[in-house]
């Protein structure tokens, strides 16, 4: 009888058999790794003065004009009422119906 040629190829390499299932993998703990603490100061990306920053490297009110540049807001006008933004310096508000 003859053999087709898959038969022959399953005779010379047999089916692999799987491995040996591994030790599965223990997780980190994580109160055993360091925490890595983000700079309180340094220099701000946006404006370069050495500033309390955050940890996307702001200042805060660098940071608030970035989220206000989000919504659209430019530069040199006044901050939108919902900005929350009291107590910096820079912050200018129309005062309508004064």
Known sequence: MTKTLIE???IAN????PLPKEKPEE??????LSQKKPPSRGL???CGENKPINRLMLCY???VKSELEKNGWKDGQPH???CGCEGIGGHSR???GN
């Open 8 to 10: 022959e190829l399953v």
């Open 94 to 96: 129309k005062s309508e």
């Open 61 to 63: 009110p660098c940071w």
């Open 80 to 82: 939108p009422d919902e």
């Open 27 to 32: 997780e980190a703990d994580l109160r055993k």
């Open 14 to 17: 047999p089916p692999v058999e």
């Open 44 to 46: 701000c990306r946006r």
